[in-house]
């Protein structure tokens, strides 16, 4: 006679179904009431330099999670045990118009903040990264930033002042110039490309703090949580994950790799160790290109990542901000 299976251990033996898709395979909802965390979809590449595709990101992630991404052994958290966690769906946007869909981006993302819930989205390119922060501002005014990433996405600074550019390669000089941003509060980490004269230049004016791959490939898990968390400190802050911060070998499928980065471990524990306590009101996490994606290597990566982001964000929700019992 089979045994009967302990209660508390139904949920982890179950695979995932795969009739209805969704980010981490949580439960599709629109309705925002009463919800603590809220991922949504940006299907939108329109601001690309490099490679197109990442408009397909969350179709892509959403249709490839797999057992175990739920469970974050080291919190000790079932992600949707004890907060309403929701996948709202995609936002809404239309082709062409780029700075149309950036307003729609701000609009669709306040909703989610006037809602009470903290949102999590999955891109798309990073352009879409400025106008989330347009709604952050509206709520918080200027946010600190932590910003995974190979780039700095500052570009075109010299341009900036006299000719509005808005591409996914200048999101956070663009957030900046308009304010909101605190460029004192910004770390940008795994950095492994710019021009030093001209991020030099930019950092004068603007303020943040680089934490190059090099520095970060040299340095403990721990070192690098400390630099992070003193950059930031209580602010309001904004977690950004390009998905190139992880090395081709392990994003292969992203718009615009670069080799010498880091495995997910290095991303896993770097997130776990700095993020907890950290008053995060928001994610985001950009830059995933299916098409250049042999083996689903980025989607395993990207949806691990994912689930860490939202791991944390609960865990502090449950353990500082007095969470629903
Ligand atoms: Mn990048």
Aim: charged share 20%; glycine share 8%.
């Amino acid at each position: 006679m089979l045994e009967k299976l302990p209660e508390t251990n139904i949920r982890d033996r179950f695979n995932p179904p795969n009739t209805l898709e969704s980010f981490l395979h949580l439960d599709y909802c629109e309705d925002l009431t009463g919800v603590d965390i809220a991922l949504a979809g940006v299907p939108f590449d329109l601001a690309t330099s490099n490679r197109p595709g990442t408009k397909l990101g969350p179709k892509y992630l959403r249709s490839k999670v797999y057992k175990g991404v739920q469970v974050d052994e080291v919190l000790d958290f079932v992600i949707g045990d004890k907060l309403r966690i929701v996948d709202t769906g995609d936002f809404k946007l239309m082709g062409g118009y780029l700075l149309d869909n950036f307003s729609l981006i701000t609009e669709q993302m306040k909703k989610i903040l006037d809602a009470g819930a903290t949102p999590v989205i999955v891109g798309g390119d990073h352009s879409i990264t400025f106008p989330e922060l347009a709604a952050y501002y509206q709520v918080y005014g200027p946010m600190a930033l932590i910003h995974f990433d190979s780039h700095l996405d500052t570009g075109m600074y010299q341009l900036s002042p006299t000719k509005e550019i808005y591409t996914h390669g200048n999101p956070f000089s663009n957030a900046m110039r308009k304010g909101y941003l605190d460029g004192n509060h910004t770390i940008q980490i795994g950095i492994r490309t710019g021009s030093p004269s001209r991020d030099d230049e930019f950092t004068k004016v603007y303020g943040r703090e680089i934490l190059s791959a090099r520095e970060l490939h040299a340095i403990s898990y721990e070192e690098a949580a400390k630099r992070i968390r003193d950059k930031v400190g209580n602010m309001p802050t904004l977690v950004t994950f390009d998905i190139d911060f992880l090395d081709p070998a392990y994003a292969p499928g992203t718009g615009t790799p670069v080799t010498g980065g880091f495995s997910c471990y290095d991303a896993m524990m770097i997130l776990e160790t700095a993020l907890p306590g950290l008053n995060i009101v928001g994610a985001d996490l950009v830059e995933v290109e299916p098409f250049f994606d042999p083996c689903e290597i980025t989607a395993i990566s990207a949806n691990h990542i994912l689930a860490k982001l939202v791991s944390c964000i609960a865990y502090n929700k449950l353990n500082n901000q007095g969470a629903k019992q």
